[in-house]
């Protein structure tokens, strides 16, 4: 992967910066979602055209795994890897940090 510049923070950044790749790892992570259904019925309505391209993005760059299910090969689970597992203390500092913010 190429990154805008070798500062730590940037190269975060480039990796999960955007506006909903965070929220898909928090459902992951928090709310025990595992299909793309799952992850659509987010309260923030992501659009399932951007869900589906965060989620290839997210595989690629290795923070998540798409798995068949062996009793219907047309969904598919969503499993964070070691790197997206370790995003957790990350989302808990933001969430609240964030809450400052939401009352």
């Known amino acids: 992967m190429e990154f805008r510049s ?3 923070l940037s190269c975060s950044l480039d990796l999960v910066g955007d506006k909903w790749s965070l929220v898909i790892i928090r459902d992951l992570l928090f709310f025990n979602k595992k299909t793309f259904k799952d992850l659509s019925n987010s309260k ?5 055209n951007i869900l589906a391209a965060r989620l290839k993005n997210l595989e690629l760059k290795g923070i998540l795994t798409r798995n068949d299910l062996l009793t219907n090969k047309k969904t598919k689970h969503y499993i964070l890897t070691e790197k997206g597992k370790a995003l957790k203390p990350v989302l808990k500092a933001l969430s609240k940090w964030g809450d400052c913010f939401s009352n």
């Open 6 to 8: 070798n500062c730590p």
């Open 44 to 48: 923030e309505n992501i659009a399932t």
